[in-house]
Nanobody, 128 residues
Framework: QVQLVEPGGGLVQAGGSLRLSCAASGRTFSTYAMGWFRQAPGKEREFVGAVTWSGTWGGIRTYYGDSAKGRFTISRDNAKNTVFLQMNSLKPEDTAIYYC?????????????????WGQGTQVTVSS
């Protein structure tokens, strides 16, 4: 069982930056691919990005959805059981609830159904 806790979130002006974190319980964090998703009111859950599990052949890699490419960066710190989402050049359309998720040895990153555990979500609001 893995529990994911997401402190942070908040209100930021357009063009600003925000870093989200997601702390995981348990001793097997490195075996989970970690993803970030977001959901705006009236919209479906959207893939933001993911970082592979630590033993991935060829090394850890990151993947991003179209809306995040070039602006967002995902990283993981296995010693702290934490994954981060650094968001730069934020836009009002980035306003949503952001969720982190864990997928055991996962590879199908954009597919929400492939994730085993989810955080409670944190609100990010970008004002214009």
């Amino acid at each position: 069982q893995v529990q994911l806790v997401e402190p942070g979130g908040g209100l930021v002006q357009a063009g600003g930056s925000l870093r989200l974190s997601c702390a995981a319980s348990g001793r097997t964090f490195s075996t989970y691919a970690m993803g970030w998703f977001r959901q705006a009111p009236g919209k479906e859950r959207e893939f933001v990005g993911a970082v592979t599990w630590s033993g991935t052949w060829g090394g850890i890699r990151t993947y991003y959805g179209d809306s995040a490419k070039g602006r967002f960066t995902i990283s993981r710190d296995n010693a702290k059981n934490t994954v981060f989402l650094q968001m730069n050049s934020l836009k009002p359309e980035d306003t949503a609830i952001y969720y982190c998720a864990a997928s055991w040895y996962g590879t199908q990153f954009p597919n929400p159904s492939q994730y085993d555990y989810w955080g409670q979500g944190t609100q990010v609001t970008v004002s214009s």
